[in-house]
């Protein structure tokens, strides 16, 4: 581990492509819950801020579309910045095929206005069998494709299970990777893949630094806690209250150092951040920046739950 970097730094993943030490991601956005003025103060403060890449995916509601209209009315998208997507099946459908690949891709095309892509991923190939995303005609073959075509600039794979994404970064041929929920300060499962990333040059986007919501937010009396979109287990309770007074006593926020074990990983290239309003941009670049000594760091460390109720290597 490294000391925590200014989140105001940018790396460069490829020639020509940099993202900062946060992304701003975008899934929320999509949803009916967000008014339309809020998701386009929100996508334009992203656009217009220190954080240089927006992330976001076909199937995310209208978020590519929301994305669109503020990109309309900016000219374009601002110099320095990047609109990162991934490739779905269409709503409704489980046909993950080359052709739908290529479909998505248009379609992303046409709600973000933008007549080129410089990184988009294959998101959640899970939902197919290895040997499916990457047979001929099948998903994989048809982002490659995209690529060499000066369509899709870099290519990505962003999934759920630690040992399938190990699996898709071996194969050498993606340029990044999105994991979730793994890397977290109450879950590991994402270390191996990490290592394997390092290993062949894949720039890592870490999400969900937050686990949801439970080491962003102060637990609320009677309200059940859940980790990665399902309920907390004991352990994972018992874990976050540690987590809490172990943080009060050293006068740091739970959030910032939940974002900060991502941010100081050096394998990490970008930690992304949700966001329905513009605030939460601020919050994380604060959280971001909040000092937190090292003792801290060393007692976090042994707060870790016990690996058996980790998301694991095959787990969603």
Same mark, same amino acid.
């Given at each position: 581990?490294? =000391?925590? #970097? ?7 993943i490829?020639? $020509? &492509?940099?993202?900062? @030490?946060?992304?701003? +991601? ?7 819950s ?5 998701a ?16 976001t995916g ?30 779905d099946?269409?709503?409704?459908d ?29 998101h959640d ?5 290895f ?5 001929? =005609?099948? #998903?994989?073959?048809a ?6 075509? $000066? &369509?899709?600039?870099? @290519?990505?794979?962003? +999934? ?48 969900a ?76 670049l ?31």
């Open positions: 581990m490294t =000391g925590s #970097p200014d989140p105001a730094e940018r790396r460069v490829a020639p $020509g &492509v940099e993202v900062g @030490v946060l992304t701003v +991601g975008a899934s929320a956005l999509g949803s009916p967000v008014d339309d003025r809020t386009r103060a929100t996508i334009t403060a992203a656009l217009t801020g220190p954080l240089p890449a927006l992330d076909n199937d995310y509601g209208r978020s590519e579309e929301r994305i669109g209209a503020v990109l309309r009315t900016l000219g374009g998208v601002p110099a320095g910045h990047l609109v990162i997507t991934k490739v099946p269409a709503p409704g489980d046909d993950f095929s080359g052709d739908r690949v290529r479909r998505s891709v248009e379609e992303s095309l046409a709600r973000l206005e933008v007549d080129h892509l410089p990184l988009v991923h294959l190939p899970e939902r197919i069998s040997a499916a995303a990457t047979a001929p =005609g099948g #998903p994989l073959e982002l490659l494709a995209l690529r060499d075509e $000066g &369509v899709v600039g870099l @290519v990505g794979v962003a +999934g759920g299970p630690a040992a399938m994404m190990e699996r898709f970064v071996r194969l050498g041929v993606f340029d990044a990777a999105v994991t979730h929920n793994r890397l977290t300060l109450l879950d590991r499962s994402a270390d191996a893949l990490l290592d394997a990333a390092v290993e062949h040059g894949v720039a890592v986007f870490n999400a630094p937050y686990g949801g919501g439970i080491l962003a937010r102060e637990p609320e009396p009677g309200v059940a806690l859940t980790y990665a979109y399902r309920p907390a287990t004991p352990e994972h309770v018992d874990a976050r209250s540690a987590i809490g007074h172990a943080c009060a006593r050293h006068g740091v926020p739970v959030a910032a150092a939940a974002l900060q074990l991502s941010t100081r990983d050096p394998r990490v290239a970008s930690t992304i951040v949700g966001a329905t309003r513009p605030q939460q941009i601020h919050d994380a604060a959280w971001a920046r909040h000092p937190v000594p090292a003792d801290l760091w060393d007692e976090l460390a042994t707060l870790v739950p016990d690996q058996r109720v980790w998301l694991g290597p095959d787990g969603r």
